[in-house]
Nanobody
Framework: QVQLVESGGGLVQAGGSLRLSCAAS????????MGWFRQAPGKERVWVSA????????YYADSVKDRFTISRDNAKSTVYLQMNSLEPEDTAVYYC?????????????????WGRGTQVTVSS
């Protein structure tokens, strides 16, 4: 089992920045990738970004490319999401997820472990 705990959400004005953190514990050696998803009210959960735990290769949704940066600290089993130039459309609950499979995927149901989520609200 892997446990994930997010932190760092909050309220920010448009154009501002936030950094989310996600600490993994448990069988972290089995993790192949970690990522972030978000879910706005009344909408489906969508993939935002991911990082391959071994190679460090990063992936981004087009909607956040050039604004968000994902990074990892293997020693701390922690993944970060630096969010810059935030827009009201970025408002959502952000979920950290971990995946055991080796092939990159943006499909939520293929990610095995999830955090409880952290709220990000961007005011206009």
């Amino acid at each position: 089992q892997v446990q994930l705990v997010e932190s760092g959400g909050g309220l920010v004005q448009a154009g501002g920045s936030l950094r989310l953190s996600c600490a993994a514990s448990g069988r972290t050696s089995s993790i192949s990738a970690m990522g972030w998803f978000r879910q706005a009210p009344g909408k489906e959960r969508v993939w935002v970004s991911a990082v391959n735990w071994r190679s460090g290769t990063t992936y981004y949704a087009d909607s956040v490319k050039d604004r968000f940066t994902i990074s990892r600290d293997n020693a701390k089993s922690t993944v970060y999401l630096q969010m810059n130039s935030l827009e009201p459309e970025d408002t959502a609950v952000y979920y950290c997820a971990a995946r055991l499979g080796r092939i990159h995927t943006t499909t939520p149901r293929l990610w095995e472990y999830w955090g409880r989520g952290t709220q990000v609200t961007v005011s206009s």
